[in-house]
């Protein structure tokens, strides 16, 4: 239960910054990273549910707050999506020797996107949708861990100044869900006060919208005291092309991730495939660490004063990324795991496993004093 | 200092403009008022004159507007953000980081001070805003008021030249405001710091202004004389209202200069107003309740009563648990002990949606409560939701829509969506009202429709329990008050008990006169009677 607006703000205790449970938010970005690329890398099940229950033991392990408290939701929905997914994939393209049931089959027409639902369903497609679905859970889950513990302040500094005007958008779009979600709890309050029932899904759609505008609303209003703030001001115009260079970089980045979670595999070489989509991550991590190191310093109140803890999530991080890399490119570890052509059990290495596990880093350094809400 | 030629500005997608054709120019070290009804483009100026607008709203921008000798045109808000510093109406939307002090080094690492001068700058206004004690606390463990002083703290420190305030008092208890105004005075003195406020509670800022700028309404902006705009426009605050009534010449503009009319008037020979007549039928009972978050106590052992009929104001610090206790009339916050019935139902005990037909309540920030595609359409549900008799038209006529009925909630004035706000969650005739702060950011106009209609309501029988800062309004309407301090009653009674003859919960007439008067209506019904 939370309290009225006033009680919301005047009655979470005050809460100084405490030592043991900060984390640099450098090295919540490098576990985020870390979980997020483990789990692009493999469809072995076993290492991706290893991947997944790390990332929600620390996403459990992250100090109780009203921003935590506000990832709850995000995390509910995120799983009822991943798992609403699977049916979803499974009826519109089943293929695969393994038939589990038989439906009828509806065509639509090409205008409508010419899409095939119904027909067989295998027991190979539903495997293969359920790894997609894990595969979300655990960047969502990661994600909200992230959220819950990193001040979005704090991190936002870390950005060199040439991407302040970059950043400023990248602001708008993290605050919307926690603004909307906040927007959220009033409107199904008032919608309470005028005799609805506040629980059950039937109205979902009628403050779908609303909520969603009230939360853009106001993430704008935030962004626009940034702006008014003089953030970002005094970038000189002869930093563009170190703007471009971080721009491109973060652009590559993702490609490289995108490319990697969906043409990935690793079978054959070429566009599309894992080395290429490294290739990508790679150019777009140097364009990145240029613009950070040629960028203009700014000065601070405080430094960022990075302790051993986040030394050894860092190291952590790194670890778990380059043991899943080697192991790939050493074709060792039983990272992929394919479905087709028929279905088996999936392998275990214990080298995979101890990868997945090196994921778990934070929540061991943060004492697991957080707790369920 | 601020230069203003031929401003025009129109938000995209909007019929009129909000601004047209507005000129003016501000010298340094003045301290304006910028006042006006709701949605009369005082906001939208503020915002002009630091460059959000046009450069953050989309919509046609036209004129010029030289802020500092920079045009807003070819300067992007961040790059004014050393000249001119704005705090906006809503301090909770301002906030970036999670701890004070990283909020107020924000925008001086922006301007890339050296961290000599931050240290140096960050105690200066830690000092100015009274806020040291804060420094160590994260932003989420503060309360509206406090939050209020560290924006402000945090615009200051970066040194701006101008200073734009929007509403900076609406959230504010009358001792918070008074220091945060009594500190921008200082500024504006000492420092000659410029600065321009939008303010609806005029008896809080008026005597500071040296001019008025007048946002009509209509997208004009005149620049008036103080007292010329006392002497003149529709709102005023009550000493001058009373002024005027009384031809008391010139018109004054504080408590201190109306002292001198008042002393001419023998108070000793006016019949005091009456007090309210002491009722029966409790709709509202409440009996040693107490509601505690996470260790903290926001209510220990309330005990009050509110009659049918009668309108209870209640009031204190920011923070006290005045929005708790609303919240737990509902059912909306769960109560630790105690008992609370209202109009006869145990609401400890009952789900907030099941006690919706009888108790209404309108919460802090109206725009939250409306989620459907027409004003007429917002009312319905009400009404179908609850289950209360009534109709539509009757809602729309009470808060003076009809003419807006089949409008977007979004697409009309701030002061047309606080009435929106009122005739959705009052539709119907529930028979108890529970308000939170219903006037803050209200404009003249509308608070006197509100006041007129409560106490209709109250003829009608029905009951109201009303959380407020707002002094005038308590005085202009209340029954009876009850302050609050740190979750406890402190005191209870009529009132012309408890409005009068202290410092912080007096009404400006009551300073004046002293007695049982609160309002220019007591003061001239005495004389009235008086003279007949």
Not at chain 2, 116 to 144: C, F, H, N, T
Not at chain 2, 202 to 229: F, I, P
Not at chain 2, 468 to 474: G, K, N, P, W, Y
Request: glycine share 10%; proline share 5%; net charge negative.
């Amino acid at each position: 239960m939370i309290a009225g607006s006033e009680g919301a703000a005047a009655y979470t205790g005050s809460a100084p910054r405490d030592e043991v449970q900060d984390l640099h938010p450098g090295a919540w970005l490098a576990w985020l990273m870390a979980a997020s690329v483990t789990a692009f890398l493999t469809s072995n099940p076993l290492y991706l549910s290893l991947g997944l229950l790390s990332a929600a033991v620390v996403f459990v392990a992250v100090p109780d707050s009203p921003k935590k408290r506000m990832m709850w939701p995000v995390v509910l929905i995120g799983l009822f999506f991943s798992i609403l997914s699977i049916p979803f994939n499974v009826l519109t393209g089943s293929s695969g020797p393994t038939e589990l049931a038989s439906i009828p089959e509806l065509h639509f027409p090409r205008w409508f996107g010419g899409v095939t639902f119904g027909g067989p369903i295998t027991g190979e497609a539903l495997v293969t949708a359920t790894l997609r679905a894990l595969t979300i859970s655990t960047l969502v889950v990661a994600a909200a861990a992230f959220n819950a513990a990193v001040d979005h302040y704090r991190l936002v500094r870390l950005a060199p100044r040439s991407l302040a005007h970059a950043m400023l958008v990248v602001t708008i779009a993290i605050l919307v869900v926690p603004q909307a979600i906040q927007h959220g709890r009033r409107v199904a309050e008032a919608r309470r006060l005028r005799g609805w029932e506040g629980q059950g899904l039937r109205a979902l759609p009628v403050l779908l919208l609303p909520v969603l505008e009230g939360g853009l609303e106001r993430s704008i209003q935030r962004a626009e005291s940034l702006e008014a703030r003089g953030f970002g001001c005094g970038v000189s115009k002869g930093d563009w092309r170190l703007s471009l260079a971080g721009m491109m970089g973060i652009g590559l980045c993702v490609w490289g991730a995108f490319a990697q979670f969906y043409y990935g595999g690793g079978f054959a070489p070429g566009p599309g495939s894992a080395p290429f989509a490294l290739l990508l991550s790679g150019v777009g991590l140097v364009a990145l660490a240029v613009v950070r190191i040629g960028g203009v310093k700014a000065e601070r109140l405080h430094s960022e004063r990075a302790s051993w803890r986040d030394a050894s999530v860092i190291a952590a991080a790194a670890l778990s990324v380059l043991l899943v890399l080697a192991l790939r490119a050493a074709d060792a570890g039983d990272l992929s795991y394919m479905a087709y052509p028929e279905l088996m059990a999936p392998a275990f290495h214990p080298m995979g496993a101890v990868a997945f596990l090196l994921v778990l880093a934070p929540a061991l350094v943060l004492g697991g004093s957080g707790g369920p809400a | 200092m601020i230069k203003v030629e031929g401003l025009s500005f129109s938000y995209a997608n909007a019929a009129r403009p909000v601004l047209d054709g507005v000129s003016f120019d501000v010298e340094p070290g003045e301290l304006v008022l910028v006042a006006g009804p709701s949605g009369g483009g005082k906001s939208t100026l503020l915002r002009c004159l630091n460059g959000l607008v046009p450069h953050f709203h989309g919509g046609s921008f036209g004129g010029n507007v030289l802020v500092g000798g920079r045009d807003t045109r070819e300067h992007q808000p961040r790059d004014l953000a050393d000249v001119v510093g704005l705090v906006l109406q809503d301090p909770e939307s301002q906030i970036v980081a999670e701890s004070v002090e990283d909020e107020i080094a924000f925008g001086m690492e922006n301007l890339g001070l050296d961290r000599q001068a931050m240290r140096k700058r960050l105690e200066e206004v830690l000092d100015l805003m009274s806020i040291v004690s804060l420094r160590e606390r994260a932003l989420s463990s503060l309360s509206g008021g406090e939050l209020q002083r560290v924006a402000i703290a945090a615009v200051l420190s970066m040194q701006p030249r101008i200073l734009l305030l929007d509403e900076p008092t609406s959230q504010l208890d009358p001792q918070s405001a008074e220091e945060l105004l009594t500190t921008v005075q200082r500024l504006n003195d000492d420092l000659g710091l410029t600065v321009l406020i939008a303010e609806h509670r005029l008896e809080r800022v008026v005597q500071y202004a040296d001019r008025v700028l007048y946002a009509k309404g209509n997208g004009t902006v005149d620049s008036m004389n103080v007292r010329e705009a006392m002497t003149t426009l529709p709102l005023a605050p009550p000493v001058s209202r009373l002024g005027r009534v009384l031809s008391w010449s010139p018109v004054p503009l504080s408590v201190r200069e109306g002292r001198r009319f008042a002393a001419t008037i023998d108070v000793a020979a006016l019949a005091q107003p009456n007090g309210a007549r002491p009722r029966a039928n409790a709709t509202i009972v409440v009996d040693n309740l107490a509601v505690e978050y996470e260790g903290f106590k926001a209510l220990e052992s309330v005990s009050l009563r509110v009659h049918c009929g009668e309108i209870l104001a209640l009031m204190g610090r920011n923070g006290a648990g005045k929005t708790t206790l609303l919240r737990t009339l509902v059912g909306l916050t769960k109560a630790a002990s105690g008992g609370a019935t209202v109009a006869g139902q145990d609401v400890l005990a009952m789900a907030t949606e099941a006690l919706a037909k009888d108790v209404a309540l309108v919460p802090q920030d109206p725009a939250s409560v409306l989620y459907h595609d027409t004003i007429e359409s917002e009312i319905e549900d009400t009404l179908s939701g609850t289950r209360r008799q009534g109709t539509v038209e009757a809602a729309l006529d009470e808060w003076r829509l009809g003419e807006l009925r089949r409008r977007h909630p979004a697409d009309v004035s701030a002061g047309e969506r606080q009435r929106a706000a009122l005739a959705v969650m009052l539709a119907g005739r529930p028979s108890v009202l529970l308000l939170d702060e219903p006037t803050r950011g209200m404009d003249y106009e509308t608070k006197q429709l509100l006041v007129a209609n409560l106490q209709r309501r109250c003829r009608d029988g029905a009951t109201v329990l009303l959380a407020s800062h707002d002094v005038e309004l308590a005085g202009a309407c209340a029954d009876r008050v009850l302050l609050l301090a740190e979750g406890r009653v402190v005191v209870e009674g009529p009132a012309r008990e408890v409005l009068t003859e202290t410092l912080t919960f007096s009404t400006q007439v009551n300073k004046l006169f002293g007695g049982r008067f609160l309002t220019p209506e007591d003061v001239v019904g005495a004389l009235n009677r008086v003279s007949t």
